[in-house]
């Protein structure tokens, strides 16, 4: 696998992003908007080449002594799964669970295309080229990321029906599709080399909805993102978000050529794509959820609170939240599913739980932490007002004492201000509300999922002294995820209830 600056490099490669309220981005490792998060990416890369890191992150040698990084791994069997997941867990952990889509997430977005087109067995040409473009992420690290490929907003109300999907065919050629439309938001374009623009995009080709992997720096695209997280300029004060900034996104493509062995024939939905994905998801979560108990134990020992019993509560119930979704993602590689090709997929049910318990409780845990550190989260000091002789021996009086100095105690102070009371904080939030559909999505991911209903419903029948009959509730696992993004009708027209999402 390549090194950092070898990714650094690679992303000096002429892309057009521009970025709201900064402009036109000429080199992305440079502009303060964006190289903090490139050095991060970096440092991803790098981690797999530091000793200390080695057992984590990369399989046990092979034959010839080599290693390889688990984040590139073709999963087999469940202990593929707990190594993999250690592997994330460790290094997401790093970055609060702001780093969402590493470029491991890419590894198994190209998995799912992989499986999804081996399932429906198109031709032998696209699952060649499936297997080629998994095998290249894996042999260089090459960063995709996913966007499930839905309109913007100005699409999805204009006024001819057939003018609303995100994407359209200009033309057909003997190099592949030439694409014309607008992508809605999806996490890190800005950083990656390519985006899989998935079946939302409403293209339709042979029967099946056509996918697509499109390079960043691909002549015609543009990727617009969102304004930068506001931070101070001090990284004391901003210790995560002067550090993470993942710049969600829209893609753009003027005429752009997408090659055939980079069209994938899929289905309507992008699910079954995204269902190692949403496992690493999963784990970015269950980071973040992680780094809040942290910080909540490390405060209520700063502020001499490890023996109030109010707080303890409180901690308690971030174990309770945290736990609950470890054991989700233990029970998903423990008990996983499997692929007819034999690769085996986390759990989905158990995915889906963990998901459901995490939406439920992020926003509990942060109001846990603002609560523990009392009103001194709000006024906390900078390195630079302790050092300021008109006022640094006073704060030092006012934040100093017990096993602490001021600046310890401001230093963590801060640390969970970031996490849980800042606009990178804010972003996550709104953000999680929308990705892959929200609690409404993951209670249908649930249904689907759950294969024990006929079981547990003639189980208890059967406690009966009297013949009782067959009980089959498997329709609940048919239900169609709700449509998250009606398009909106035309004057006069009256909105399709079975019109398909796009």
């Keep these: ?51 200390e890191w080695r057992e984590i992150l990369l399989t046990p040698p092979d034959a010839g002594g080599v290693r390889a990084p688990w984040a590139f791994a073709l999963p087999k069997t469940s202990a593929d799964l707990r190594a993999m997941g250690r592997s994330y867990s460790a290094t997401i952990f790093l970055t609060a669970g702001n780093m969402t889509h590493t470029p491991g997430y890419g590894n198994l977005i190209a998995l799912g295309i992989l499986d999804v087109v081996q399932q429906r067995k198109v031709s032998s040409e696209q699952i060649a080229s499936a297997a080629r473009y998994r095998e290249l992420i894996a042999a260089t690290g090459r960063f995709l990321t996913f966007s499930a ?20 065919v200009v033309r057909e050629t003997s190099a592949g599709l030439v694409l014309s439309g607008k992508v809605g938001m999806h ?8 985006v899989y623009i998935g079946a939302h995009s409403g293209v339709d080709r042979d029967g099946h909805r056509a996918t697509f992997v499109v390079p960043v720096n691909a002549p015609g ?38 090659p055939w062995d980079r069209v994938f024939l899929t289905e309507p939905s992008p699910d079954p794509i995204a269902s190692w994905c949403f496992w690493h998801q999963l ?78 409780a992020r926003q509990r845990m942060a109001e846990i932490l603002r609560i523990v550190p009392g009103s001194s989260l709000v006024v906390a000091p900078s390195d630079k007002d302790l050092a300021a ?15 602490y100095s001021a600046l310890q105690r401001a230093a963590l102070l801060q640390l969970a201000a970031d996490h849980v009371a800042s606009a990178l904080d804010g972003r996550e939030s709104a953000f999680e509300l929308h990705a892959n559909g929200g609690l409404q999505a993951w209670r249908a ?28 509730m498997n329709g609940l696992r048919n239900i169609a995820i709700p449509q998250r993004r009606p398009v909106a009708p035309a004057a006069g027209q009256t909105q399709d209830p079975n019109a398909k999402a796009r």
């Design 1 to 51: 696998m390549r090194t950092g600056s070898e990714y650094r490099d690679a992303v000096r490669d002429g892309r057009r992003i521009w970025v709201m309220g900064e402009g036109l981005i000429e080199d992305v490792t440079v502009h303060p908007a964006t190289s903090p998060m490139v050095d991060e990416y970096v440092a991803w890369y790098d981690r797999h080449r530091d000793p």
């Design 149 to 168: 490929g839905a309109a913007t907003i100005g699409y999805r109300l204009r006024e001819d029906p057939g003018e609303r999907a995100a994407l359209r």
């Design 187 to 194: 996490t890190s374009p800005v950083y990656a080399e390519d």
């Design 221 to 258: 695209v543009t990727v617009l993102c969102r304004k930068v997280s506001a931070r101070h300029a001090n990284p004391f004060l901003a210790p995560l978000s002067s550090r993470f900034d993942e710049l969600d996104g829209q893609m753009w493509l003027d005429e752009v050529l997408v």
């Design 283 to 360: 784990y970015a979560w269950l980071a973040k959820a992680e780094f809040t108990l942290g910080l909540a134990l490390a405060c209520a020992h700063a502020m001499g609170l490890a023996d109030h019993e109010p707080t303890i509560e409180h901690l308690i119930d971030l174990v309770i939240d945290v736990q609950t979704v470890r054991s989700c993602q233990t029970a998903a590689e423990l008990d996983p599913d499997f692929t007819a090709e034999g690769y085996s997929v986390p759990g989905r049910a158990h995915v889906a739980a963990g998901s459901i318990a995490m939406q439920k």
């Design 389 to 403: 002789p008109e006022v640094g021996a006073g704060l030092e009086e006012s934040f100093g004492g017990g096993e």
């Design 445 to 472: 991911r649930l249904r689907r999922s759950f294969a024990r209903y006929n079981e547990l419903a003639n189980g208890v029948t059967r406690a009966l002294s009297l013949d009782m009959p067959v009980i089959d």
